[in-house]
Nanobody, 124 residues
Framework: VQLQASGGGLVQAAGSLRLSCAAS????????IGWFRQTPGKEREFVAA????????TYADSVKGRFTISRDNARNTVYLQMSSLKPEDTAVYYC??????????????????WGQGTQVTVSS
């Protein structure tokens, strides 16, 4: 299983970015893909997750209404559309596969097969 995160960059506050997580190596139907983020010295925190089959989603309160997670089954890719970005959204963003099938989880330990991360920097 391999996950490739991309799409990060430098953006001004209130701007937008779209992150991609390309998955390969197995079928992910019935499983969920999650996005997490981490800043130096802090624990990795949940951002959003989506179930590959049902499209069911869940979001962290801090990004609800600003971020949208979606998936493209044909491309085996999950997207994180980020809008109204704030400086506090600055972090390395990672995607990962949930260990078990079912509704998407917010728990870090529920996920495995982490991608390499992509840096998002929001300037004020």
């Amino acid at each position: 299983v391999q996950l490739q995160a991309s799409g990060g960059g430098l953006v001004q506050a209130a701007g937008s970015l779209r992150l991609s997580c390309a998955a390969s190596g197995r079928t992910f139907s019935r499983y969920s893909i999650g996005w997490f983020r981490q800043t130096p010295g802090k624990e990795r925190e949940f951002v959003a997750a989506i179930n590959w089959s049902t499209g069911s989603t869940t979001y962290a309160d801090s990004v609800k209404g600003r971020f949208t997670i979606s998936r493209d089954n044909a491309r085996n890719t999950v997207y994180l559309q980020m809008s109204s970005l704030k400086p506090e959204d600055t972090a390395v963003y990672y995607c990962a596969v949930q260990r078990w099938s079912g509704p998407p989880s917010r728990w870090l330990t529920a996920y495995d097969y982490w991608g390499q991360g992509t840096q998002v920097t929001v300037s004020s």
